[in-house]
């Protein structure tokens, strides 16, 4: 087959061919009229001379004619060059075309052996999606089946502890009416040597018992600490107290004097809780460099540098019987069992909300925990299980303290409030509050009387207030120290009440 650009020559060479032809019968036409007129004009007359008019008019027209003929070849020739520009770029698309059609080819065959790969993958996930549908569902019918047995677990074992309770209550009874019956026989002071039916003994013998003062008056106002006195603790059944503050020793004191006693070196960071065992052997303090400090208190040495939080230690506290057992709590949102023996953590409970505040309970098997959310947590400290919960205030639980016979736990929150609950059923028996008196920080730390008769809480305005926990009153306002309060502490022995402040500075009251 002709190409177009062919078609378009022999239309051209034809065009021509034709245009010569009629050309030359043109001239051979008119050469008789141009002949006769190279004769004489004269001769030919009027006639011959309007034929040659005409005739020169229709030479000048084929000529027009013919310069049109050469302007459309012209035209006709460049559109057949474009023409044929415009076929090899057409041609040069196909191929191109051709190339993309073909890796299309290739792409779409090579799609569609991954979609069958990729359907054949989602498929055994399908049949592995089934697999762990069914075991789910075999583990959530295991865990419904394992929470049934907890619950009824706890339900015997609250069970049990109001059974305990019971015992106690009558135990308590029968020590009140033992007391009286002592009294009435001029044997008081023997009888004081009991608190609710337990007797705490140490090294040097037994704890005696003494009714706590009402504090009125200040007996020393020491400088303890540069930069704020964040802890403070009194030694079991003595007036010797402890002090921890920013970036610094713990120190020990005789607030008889109010003269320093010795200085305990080696600690990191500032110390925001204290706790020693009940044969004031060991001094144990919770740091905000992540450690626990536990120091000798006879020799003034470190014995163990406790390691295992990765943020700031803020509570820790000791059994009450046993000098190897401590708890601690961190802003890494655990609970830590340390064995002082080993010197090294034993167990761990993770909770949500951060804990600024824990006590171990009497029997040192479970410990309370006050926490950011203003919630109460009791804890089975060798299991790690939550017990039980309560919402004790709406702000932040600031301070735990349990009350000497274990019977009541007192909490500080944010909100300004302190509670104090019964520990067998955890249910409030006792809010206390004044309208002065203002926490000054998530480490506020309040305090129960050892006759479980009086609770003590600092402000921020530095002033201490006092409340009957029976009456629900104030029964005395302690204003030394200028600067908000951030703890305070009751002698085991009745008196002193010591409180601290935020410039360092640490009050006696009897």
Known sequence: MQSQEEKAMEAIKDALRALRKRHLLEEGAHGPAISALSKPMI????????????????????????????????????????????????????????????????ECTRLQEELEEKTKTL?????????????LEEMTNRAQKAESENKMLIDRWMLQKMQDAERLNEANALYEEMLAKLKANGLENLARQQVDGIVRRNEDGTDHFVESTIPSTCGHRIHAHEGGCGSILFQYNSRTLFTGGQAGPVK????????????????????????????NKSLIAASSSN????????????????TGHTDKVCAVDVSKFSSRHVVSAAYDRTIKLWDLQKGYCTNTVLFTSNCNAICLSIDGLTVFSGHMDGNLRLWD???????????????AITSVSLSRNGNMILTSGRDNVHNVFDTRTLEICGTLRASGNRLASNWSRSCISPDDEYVAAGSADGTVHVWSISKGSIVSTLKEQTSPILCCSWSGIGKPLASADKNGYVCTWT
């Open 43 to 106: 001769s030919q007359g009027s006639e011959w001379k309007e034929k040659t008019e005409k005739l020169e008019i229709e030479l000048q027209q084929c000529y027009k004619a013919q310069s049109r003929l050469s302007d459309q070849l012209v035209i006709e020739v460049a559109e057949s060059r474009t023409s044929k520009a415009s076929l090899q770029d057409k041609e040069l698309l196909i191929n191109d075309l051709e190339k993309d059609l073909s890796q299309t080819r290739e």
């Open 123 to 135: 498929d055994l996930l399908i049949t592995e999606n089934k697999e762990v549908r069914s075991q």
């Open 252 to 279: 020990m004191w005789d607030t008889n004097s109010g003269s320093l006693i010795k200085s305990l070196n080696g600690s990191l960071g500032n110390i925001l809780d204290l706790a020693i065992t009940h044969d």
């Open 291 to 306: 450690n626990l400090f536990v120091w000798d208190v006879n020799s003034g040495r470190v014995r163990h540098t406790l």
């Open 381 to 395: 400290i060798q299991t790690g299980k939550l017990l039980s919960e309560v919402a004790g205030h709406s702000s």
